[in-house]
């Protein structure tokens, strides 16, 4: 064999499955989501919108972003977003290698001070429930849990199934022996913040200990990557307790508490008592809303909002022209069309009060000072 | 004979031990196997499952509910990356093994380079990552984004010290009877080097370079902060590009079966490309007259 | 005969000399492949500047001797203490090296010395195979395989011999323990390959003499050919070591990723690798934080480089050097 042959094999295969790629290259579009019919009435500027969008961000709304960028694909618009965790969303999306970033806390003020190349705007655009999930044979959903005990399960106090504090709020329900392993999060996550406040709020030992924020020391548990993660890691192991955003525990079929809410009522994760939590939030000037641990009798305490969060002047800040129109038709997108979308997910579309702001705050976007059109 | 040189008779407990030493390295060896064969076991039986012809011509969907698709734009990528960074490395590491061995068997400076390519084989991969993340995707080059590029040069860094290290030694085992008499022959030497060295070494060069191909194409760290991920199938290595490994690490850690599925697919895939890479490799050997 | 010379001069100049183009071939060329060759030493000096330079905003704020050994990994708080990654890097290593360099070493053995001569060849390509899989494969497999079907032997192991020390607990799933396993199995290539190369350096002449002395192949092996390789077989496990310490993907996967310092093998734990690579994105615009990912990437670099000088140091002595052992080891069981 003529050792001629190898960068000759080579070349051919090179050129071979290029010339496949490209006659293939058409069928991307067949495999375009049933949820396209949705996106054909969209807003004017969709026949003039081509462009790619860099976004990276929270893993509880990756499945939005990722079911709404299969949406638009075929309006031309390319969504490349990936679940990194908020933390590291806001980090990219401030160093300039993403357009924009997917976070569920509102940006903070040291945040703000990260982001130099132009002044942030952030758009609430859905809320979703933060599942308490966990996996115990014979057990069905539903099983009573409160603030304290979850607390009290991530300090590593409750070590078991069956311990009084659990039994105490579930006295029919027949618990095993097995032991609790607990999952959080290993990455900055937005999930892990909203949790925490939660747990915060109705334990001291949790304040006073490893408190609230994206990224704590964990007292004890397994940590995974992204709601993703966690999920994985749920599913995979026998007697685990893990907090993931819902439409992740519904996508494979997890079995998850009830909650108590401030107002003494055990809830479960459902569109109604997930949408309850928006009802009556105040929404600050910079659209930084918060729905952990809303009061009213039928809402789910560990309610998440998330924000879409990119430059009022995206061109000002380095981003080409034809992106910054993407961006904008995006973030309508989202707050418009998408909301149905975000039923279809499980999460909750945001109320009408608040869509009104955000849709003045998307209105304001510009290009070098000049509107979008 | 003095008793204490002589070794006693052949005692049972002799013969036991040696017996017993020698299954026990037996075994070892077969332990060291089992591995080998439970992942080739798993891999088939899990990823085969995932095969089919939709498979290899459709890019990940990037759906969250429904079909996820399938991994073109991760095999595509994989092979436009690697051949970037072959095309890079390759002709480099060529150079750099013909100068250490026409030029520099002796002397500080070629020791230095022959130390330190040394060191280089042993650098962790994620390093290089980091490197040129820093370097080029931070540093803004070609506007300050992940691309398929950057995940090249990347690779062409592992790949380098491989390519030349594996060079030179086949470089080496040309006859130096070959060298003197095309240049008693009046050749000029670059004319000898590029005329007659070059040509007989180069089915070991090729097979060398071959098995640096193959570990470049397995590897994740280097991609996971220069070319990122995406689900489009692209040919711009200026835009980010998927590749194979980068695929897999993303899908493993989801909840999703098909996507767990898709991994395993994805996984026997790469592991074939390997395969082939180095059987290829190992047949070009068989050429080499060196 | 008469000689008929030749007309050896064309344009004043001998036909045997080359054209002053010609003649500038063989500098260049020579010229560009020592480029090429500084480009490498070039490529290593700037990797290392670069590194340092942008490690030293984390190591001023932390201190080098504080990051190295405080044992206190929280980036949000701004506090880089890389002592519990450094110890990960280190237990998961030293268990690969404890499982994996004796079956390497048994199976150059056996290839070298024990193994028929046709089944020689197949043996040493299906060792080779296992450098065949990349580490993400290794990782996939790890977590869907290794892990659920040893967590009941790891779960009797941690229960039956608690007593011992780190060893009990709770067995969760990802642990020390299946990382050490996993890069026991990635550093079995290179270790064997390594030690086969050294034992088949041993000179011929003391292999026969102990066999002609009467020694059964066991002693020859523990006579003549350990006692000649043990240097260059240190050197390949210390090549082992450089790579186990080095490994990021198929132990992140495995490992749990817990910045904490388990006290058992079956606890979670991280390693300096595994937490570049999982921490760059969010350290994307904080540079106290990437500085302390680049410090890192150091001390990794640092270690991989004088591991990897101090073994090629021992395995290029012992293939070198070719003097017998100073001493031959009295065989048990010799008359008195």
């Known amino acids: 064999m003529n050792p001629r042959i190898v960068p000759a094999t080579l070349a051919a295969l090179a050129l071979a499955s290029g010339a496949a790629a490209c006659g293939s290259s058409n069928d991307d579009n067949s495999s375009a989501s049933t949820g396209s019919a949705a996106a054909s009435t969209g807003s004017d500027s969709g026949s003039g919108v081509k462009a790619t969008l860099n976004g990276a961000g929270s893993t509880f709304a990756a499945p939005i972003y990722q079911q709404v960028g299969a949406d638009l694909k075929s309006q031309g618009l390319t969504i490349n977003y990936q679940g990194v965790g908020s933390g590291a969303g806001v980090s990219q999306f401030a160093a300039g290698t993403v357009d924009f970033a997917g976070s569920d806390p509102a940006l903070s003020d040291d945040d703000r001070a990260t982001i130099k190349k132009g002044d942030a705007v952030q758009i609430p655009f859905a809320l979703g429930a933060i599942t308490a999930s966990y996996n115990l044979s014979g057990v069905k959903s539903g099983l009573k849990l409160d603030g304290e005990t979850l607390a009290n399960i991530y300090l590593g106090k409750v070590k078991a199934w069956n311990d009084p504090a659990i039994k105490a709020l579930n006295p029919d329900v027949d618990l095993p022996s097995t032991k609790i392993t607990v999952v959080h999060r290993s990455d900055s996550s937005g999930t892990t913040k909203g949790f925490t406040q939660f747990l915060a709020n109705y334990s001291t030992a949790w304040k006073n200990g490893p408190g609230v924020d994206k990224d704590i020391k964990w007292p004890t548990g397994t940590g995974a990557k992204g709601n993703d993660g966690v999920a994985a890691a749920v599913k995979q192991t026998d007697g685990a307790i893990g907090y993931v955003e819902q439409a992740y525990a519904l996508q494979n079929g997890f079995t998850f508490a009830d909650v108590k809410n401030k107002a003494g009522k055990f809830v479960a994760p459902t569109l109604e008592s997930t949408s309850a939590a928006a009802e009556g939030i105040e929404v600050p000037e910079d659209l930084g809303v918060s729905t952990i641990d809303a009061p009213g009798d039928g809402a789910y305490p560990i309610v998440s909002q998330t924000f879409a969060i990119t430059y009022k002047d995206a061109c000002k800040a380095g981003i080409s022209a034809d992106k910054a129109k993407g961006l904008k038709f995006f973030f309508n997108y989202l707050v418009n069309e998408g909301q149905d979308t975000i039923k279809k997910l499980s999460y909750a579309p945001i109320p009408d009060s608040l869509k009104a702001k955000d849709q003045a705050a998307i209105d304001a976007m510009q290009c070098n000072g000049a509107a979008i059109s | ?290 | 005969m008469a000689a008929t010379t030749p007309d050896v001069r064309r344009d004043g100049r001998s036909i045997l000399e080359r054209s002053p183009s010609a003649r500038r071939a063989d500098p260049l060329f020579r010229a560009t492949l020592i480029a090429l060759a500084a480009l490498i030493l070039a490529l290593i000096a700037f990797f290392f500047v670069y590194l340092i330079n942008k490690a030293q905003p984390a190591l001023s704020h932390q201190g080098v001797l504080s990051f190295l050994f405080t044992n206190d990994w929280n980036p949000s708080k701004q506090i880089f203490g890389a002592w519990p990654l450094v110890a990960g890097t280190l237990i998961s290593a030293a268990i690969a090296l404890v499982i994996g360099v004796p079956i390497a070493v048994a199976t150059a053995l056996f290839i070298t010395e024990l193994a028929p001569r046709k089944v020689r060849s197949p043996l040493i390509v299906l060792v080779e195979l296992l450098a065949a899989v990349p580490s993400v494969v290794y990782g996939l497999w790890g977590i869907f395989v290794l892990i659920p079907k040893l967590k009941p032997a790891e779960q009797w192991f941690a229960d039956s011999f608690d007593f011992l020390p780190f060893v009990g607990g709770h067995v969760a799933g990802p642990n020390y323990f299946i990382a050490g396993l996993i890069l026991a199995i990635m550093i079995l290539p290179i270790v064997s390959a390594i030690s086969r190369e050294v034992i088949s350096t041993v000179p011929p002449d003391l292999k026969e003499a102990s066999l002609a002395l009467g020694a059964t192949r066991w002693e020859m092996i523990r006579m003549a050919v350990l006692p000649y390789s043990r240097s260059g077989i240190t050197g390949a496990a210390m090549l082992g070591l450089g790579r186990a310490i080095g490994e990021t993907i198929a132990v992140t996967l495995v490992i749990g990723n817990s910045p904490t310092i388990g006290k058992q093998i079956f606890d979670q734990g991280y390693t300096l690798a595994a937490v570049i690579a999982n921490e760059f994105g969010e350290a994307a615009n904080d540079k106290l934080h990437a500085g302390a990912l680049f410090a890192a990437g150091l001390v990794l670099f640092v270690l991989t480089l004088l591991i990897n000088a101090a073994a090629r140091g021992l395995v290029r002595r012992a293939e070198r050097s070719s003097r017998p052992p100073t001493k031959v080891k009295a065989v048990p069981g010799a008359g008195a």
């Open chain 2, 1 to 290: 004979m003095s008793a204490t040189t002589a070794l006693a008779p052949l005692t049972g407990r002799r013969k036991a031990t040696d017996k017993a030493m020698r299954g026990l390295l037996a075994a070892a060896t077969l332990v060291a196997l089992v591995p080998l064969v439970l992942v080739i076991y798993y891999l088939l039986k899990k990823g085969l499952g995932a095969w089919s012809w939709d498979f290899f011509t459709t890019d990940p969907t990037g759906n969250f509910l429904g079909d996820q698709g399938g991994i073109k734009s991760a095999l595509l990528g994989t092979i436009e990356m690697v051949l970037l960074a072959s095309l890079i490395a390759i002709p480099i590491g060529w150079g750099v093994g013909l100068y250490l061995v026409e030029y520099g068997r002796k002397g500080r400076f070629a020791a230095t380079v022959r130390y330190f390519v040394d060191v280089m084989t042993g650098v962790p991969s994620i390093v290089f990552g980091l490197f040129i993340y820093v370097t080029l995707v931070l540093g803004g080059w070609g506007g300050s984004s992940f691309a398929g590029w950057k995940g090249s040069i990347a690779l062409a860094l592992l790949m380098l010290p491989v390519v030349t290290r594996s060079a030179e030694v086949v470089l080496l085992l040309v006859p130096d009877g070959l060298r003197e008499a095309a240049l008693a022959l009046g050749t000029p030497r670059w004319r000898v080097t590029m005329k007659v060295v070059l040509p007989t070494a180069l089915p070991g060069l090729i097979t060398g370079s071959l098995l640096a191909v193959a570990r470049a194409a397995g590897e994740t760290a280097p991609l996971l902060f220069t070319a990122t991920i995406v689900n489009a199938t692209t040919f711009n290595l200026g835009d980010r590009m998927n590749s194979l490994p980068v695929q897999i690490y993303t899908d493993v850690g989801s909840p999703n079966d098909q996507l767990v599925q898709r991994a395993w697919g994805a996984a026997l895939t790469l592991v074939c490309l390997i395969l082939l890479t180095t059987l290829v490799a190992r047949l070009a050997s068989r050429r080499s007259r060196l």
